[in-house]
């Protein structure tokens, strides 16, 4: 069963550039959510999708937005990029909303110049 | 505002002996709670979990403690080995979604 899959892996942008990230999640998985890791700061949450809805959203500006398709693959997209944007985005999905366990990607990796 | 916490950011432990990692959190609505291994260019892997109806939870090597009253939870891995060399994250949730809150991370080194 293949895992969750991130793409791009790594990737670099300039400041007021924009960025979309992309997450495929395990087949038959419908809710995928997706978290900002930055050194010191643990994961903090972006957002939640399930079944094309967004369900949560963190606390992040508006810049930073997400959708999921009727395949369940979800993107992210952050506008205006700003240097502290730099981080590793991780996109988690799971079977449905509540069931606790999240299965991971590794991870796009955005570094802002 | 970090609600979950762990306080330690390294620990090194000998082979074979215990490792013991721990989270505090504030939120009193949090009822269920999860640690993650993470190894590094790899996403974080689910390692062992815990409702709040529980107050201890076990899994081969692993072994979760909850103490509900002073909002702490504890991972202990016995025996521990080189290979449980990672950054260890604790999360919790109030089951309203898959808004789970993780702390910042405890890297731990197994010394052979």
């Known amino acids: 069963k293949a895992g969750v899959t991130q793409t791009p892996r790594y990737l670099i942008k300039t400041r007021g550039q924009q960025v979309t990230l992309s997450c495929s999640p395990i087949?038959?998985?419908?809710?995928v959510s997706w978290y900002q890791q930055t050194p010191g700061q643990g994961l903090q949450f972006l957002f939640e999708?399930?079944?094309?809805?967004?369900?949560n959203k963190g606390n992040f500006p508006g810049r930073f937005s997400g959708r999921q398709f009727s395949n369940s693959r979800s993107e992210m997209n952050v506008s205006t990029l700003e240097l502290g944007d730099s981080a590793l985005y991780l996109c988690?999905?799971?079977?449905?909303?509540?069931?606790?366990?999240?299965?991971f990607g590794e991870g796009s990796r955005l570094t802002v110049l | 505002d970090q609600q979950v916490k762990q306080n330690s950011p390294s620990l090194s432990v000998q082979e074979g002996r215990i490792s013991i990692l721990n989270c505090d959190y504030t939120?009193?609505?949090?009822?269920?709670f999860l640690w993650y291994k993470k190894y590094p260019a790899e996403g974080p892997t689910f390692l062992i979990s815990?409702?709040?109806?529980?107050d201890k939870n076990e899994d081969g090597r692993f072994t979760v403690f909850l103490n509900k009253s002073a909002k702490h939870l504890s991972l202990h891995i016995v025996p521990s080995q080189p290979g449980d060399s990672a950054v260890y994250f604790c999360?919790?949730?109030?089951?309203?979604?898959?808004?789970?809150?993780f702390g910042t991370g405890t890297s731990l080194t197994v010394i052979p």
């Open positions: 999360a919790a949730s109030a089951r309203t979604g898959n808004q789970f809150y």
């Open positions: 939120n009193s609505m949090f009822d269920y």
């Open positions: 087949s038959g998985h419908r809710s």
């Open positions: 988690a999905s799971s079977a449905r909303p509540n069931t606790g366990e999240l299965f």
């Open positions: 815990i409702s709040s109806i529980k």
């Open positions: 999708y399930f079944s094309e809805t967004q369900r």
